[in-house]
């Protein structure tokens, strides 16, 4: 690898942080606006319709020019750059992390060979079989049309197609429903099937390595249920598609390879919905709605690449986070979108970010000394406001939050988007501002109340505030403004990952759990008490072998 990597607590301008968060945890984002007008058009940039609003955050320029410090000693310029040009950043796993090439459009070499011909011809393979699917002319073996799309996938390839194909349904085919199986809890397969008909439906099977125990546990069930409508083993071809890196596994299953659509490992699963794994959506959506995703995540790596690390949305947003984490002990980072189509967008920056930066360990293998990745959470706004926006307000601890609206609504009805966006604003407003008790003891005076009522009341009805949010809006939640939402948050998790010199790209932590299962599920499927494991693992099997079939 080019470039370096050392531990942040040892620059510079962390001890420099550790000084200015001193002076400034006790400082109220009140009395920052109230001294400086001009925070608004300082601390917004622009990219494509994308507003970041980050004035209601707890810095002041000069946090912002230690956090940039923290960066450059971190050689983030550096690693931007070896990212973008196919070095093997993933160092546990040797490999490439080029998803930026699957939205590209110049040469990326990996190895001296240039890997966009191999992209853009599953793209055009891509193209081709989703307007047979689309146009009717792709028909199942009955002669009728396709209907019904089932994704069968976990994980990366799960979440994202999901997540778009949600985000993006005003676009969609009206002729096609969309179906996303992934829990190996058959109940999730089942009530799938039952939606549809299977003369109708074309099954994806989607899964990188083509072992993970759900996809293909759900995979075979899928075929069965197919098999068992009446169909023959040749009408297979005509209803099972899969997507993955590893075409003798999927031939193994019994998936012709002219059914197969690769992609390579240096996509990333959670990085992977730009690839073939999107299938689903360039089947819902048509080739030119996908590639317009693309052209949104390509205007964001333009941007990451370009724009000074001042004026960048994901370099700031990383710092912003890495302020939180790393000195004000924050634990969490709330996702609120404030459009309904984006409802899965929370769950899939979970995977984006915890199975990323979720790690203990450094990329020389040593125990961190500092918190990485907090845990990323969230619901469509307004519903969180009658949930767990209490806490956020009025909780003892901080949680930095993200809201993101569009100016316009896929839907527009009465005042709704106006009353949507205003809770949009109120909200951060609260949480900046607060309320103190001398407002909230003059306004129960006020109302009338009796002085003892006011002294009884009053701390209950205090907001702290400065408490901290980035606004985000855009202008409507077309593929294009995705795409730029997707591939910023991809670069924030980047660039966090470099400040806290992790490794972002593998994934060892999902492995002992895996491992166990099979172990406990030979345990489950023997006659002999099972004694290999502690006690109470021991007990759980014996009991639920005791009560099984009951
Ligand atoms: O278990 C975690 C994981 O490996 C994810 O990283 C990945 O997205 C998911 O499983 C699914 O993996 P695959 O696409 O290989 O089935």
């Not at 209907?147 to 778009?164: A, K, Q, T």
């Not at 096609?176 to 074309?202: Q, Y």
């Not at 966006?421 to 006020?446: C, I, Y």
Request: charged fraction near 20%; include cysteine; aromatic fraction near 10%.
């Amino acid at each position: 690898m080019s470039v370096t990597s050392h531990s942040p607590d040892k620059t510079r301008a962390w001890s420099a942080l550790e000084d200015h968060f001193a002076a400034l945890r006790d400082v109220h984002m009140r009395d920052l606006f109230a001294r400086d007008p001009g925070r608004f058009p300082r601390y917004t940039v622009e990219c494509g319709d994308l507003l970041l609003d980050y004035s209601k955050n707890r810095v002041t320029d000069e946090t912002l020019g230690l956090l940039m410090d923290l960066a450059r000693e971190m050689h983030l310029p550096q690693w931007r750059e070896a990212l973008f040009s196919g070095e093997r950043i993933n160092c546990t796993e040797d490999r490439a992390v080029l998803h930026t090439a699957l939205r590209g459009d110049a040469p990326v070499l990996l190895d001296g060979e240039d890997v966009m011909p191999a992209v853009r011809a599953v793209l055009e393979r891509m193209r081709g079989f989703t307007e047979q699917v689309r146009s009717g002319r792709w028909t199942g073996y009955t002669g009728k049309p396709i209907r019904h799309v089932v994704n069968i996938g976990i994980g990366g390839s799960d979440l994202g197609p999901l997540m778009v194909c949600e985000a993006l349904r005003p676009y969609g085919h009206p002729g096609l429903s969309m179906h996303f199986v992934s829990n190996v809890d058959g109940t999730h397969l089942a009530e799938t099937l039952k939606a549809v008909d299977p003369e109708t439906t074309l099954f994806i099977i989607a899964s990188k390595t083509f072992t993970t125990q759900e996809t293909l546990t759900n995979a075979h069930s899928a075929r069965e249920w197919f098999l068992a409508s009446g169909a023959g083993e040749g009408d297979i071809r005509r209803h099972f598609v899969a997507v993955s890196t590893h075409t003798e596994k999927v031939k193994a299953f019994g998936i012709d390879p002219e059914n197969m659509f690769v992609f390579w490992d240096w996509v990333g699963g959670r990085y992977s919905l730009w690839s073939a794994i999107g299938l689903p959506i360039a089947l819902y959506l048509g080739m030119d709605r996908f590639e317009e995703l693309l052209a949104g995540g390509r205007d964001m790596d333009r941007h990451f690449r370009e724009a000074p690390l001042e004026r960048n949305m994901p370099v700031i947003m990383a710092l912003l986070g890495v302020w939180y984490v790393n000195f004000f002990g924050a634990h969490t980072h709330a996702i609120l979108p404030y459009d309904q189509y984006l409802h899965r967008f929370p769950a899939y920056l979970q995977q984006a970010d915890m199975e990323s930066n979720g790690k203990s360990v450094d990329r020389q293998g040593q125990r961190v000394g500092w918190h990485t990745g907090p845990v990323i959470w969230g619901e469509p706004g307004t519903n969180g406001q009658h949930a767990f926006y209490q806490l956020i307000h009025q909780g003892t601890r901080l949680v930095p939050c993200d809201f993101l609206a569009p100016c316009n609504s896929q839907n527009p009805m009465g005042d709704h988007h106006d009353i949507l966006m205003s809770n949009v604003f109120a909200q951060t407003q609260a949480l900046m501002q607060g309320r103190t008790l001398e407002t909230v003891q003059a306004q129960m005076r006020a109302e009338g109340l009796d002085e003892d009522t006011v002294a009884r009341l009053a701390p209950h009805r205090v907001f702290e505030g400065n408490r901290p949010s980035n606004t985000l809006l855009f202008d409507r939640l077309t593929p294009r403004t995705l795409g730029r939402l997707i591939a910023l948050y991809e670069h924030r998790i980047f660039v966090q990952g470099v400040i806290w010199n992790v490794n972002s790209y593998d994934q060892w932590g999902v492995e002992l759990g895996k491992q166990l299962a099979r172990s406990v599920l030979d345990d489950l499927r023997a006659d002999t008490p099972a004694t290999g494991h502690d006690a109470s693992t021991n007990g759980l099997i014996h009991w639920y072998r005791g009560r099984r079939g009951n």
